[in-house]
């Protein structure tokens, strides 16, 4: 096994299965992908609606898979493109080290700090009970936020770094909400690429 992979920080939070590993990419593999999936992907800003209100999302999106089923949340319905070569390295790396066949992936692009993604938990039907998402951080570091949905005083912080990879499973999207918040800082664009099962 790669040894920069086995830096593994498992969060010690109730009713939850969530594992943080900094250095799933090397500076450079992340840098590079970063790079290619800045320049490649077919970003495209869907609208959302909230409370009867709508507004573009805060943040540029893609979907991708290994098969054409189309993926609904937040009222929007998005259809798959291929799987890029990039993308199926990174897949079949999950694969490798963490056993799990991922069929589609989600990539968010955070322009700057007013892009955000809101309090949600990925518990849609179409990724079955207690889902494992894989999610890889590539640029701006950006904080990600923990809730538990019933027991309000559990909470945390954790910082996404460049290349790292955070892994969510079990009871995770049950029992949690999450969220990238905003920021006032002056800061730089980040992509996130979530792999999810898509039944
Ligand atoms: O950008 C992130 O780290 C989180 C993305 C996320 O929660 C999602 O796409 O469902
Ligand atoms: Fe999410």
Request: charged share 25%.
């Amino acid at each position: 096994m790669n040894p920069l992979f086995t830096q593994k920080i498992e969060l010690q939070l109730p009713d939850s299965d969530i594992i943080y590993y900094p250095n799933f990419l090397s500076a450079a593999e992340a840098h590079h992908y970063f790079k290619v999936f800045k320049e490649t992907t077919p970003w495209q800003q869907d609208d959302i609606t909230i409370f009867g209100k709508t507004h573009p999302q805060p943040r540029l999106t893609a979907l991708f898979g290994e098969n054409s089923k189309p993926y609904s949340y937040s009222n929007i319905t998005m259809h798959p493109h291929e799987f890029t070569t990039e993308l199926l390295e990174l897949r079949n790396k999950l694969q490798r080290e963490i056993g799990i066949h991922f069929t589609s992936c989600l990539l968010n692009l955070y322009r700057d700090g007013k892009d955000s993604n809101g309090w949600h938990a990925d518990d849609e039907k179409a990724l079955g009970k207690n889902p494992a998402i894989a999610s890889i951080s590539l640029g701006q570091e950006r904080y990600f936020h923990l809730k538990h949905k019933l027991k309000k005083d559990l909470k945390q912080k954790l910082l996404l770094e460049h290349g790292s990879l955070l892994l969510m499973k079990g009871e995770t999207q049950h029992c949690w909400y999450h969220q990238i918040p905003k920021t006032a800082r002056p800061i730089q664009e980040r992509i996130n690429i979530t792999f999810r099962v898509i039944k």
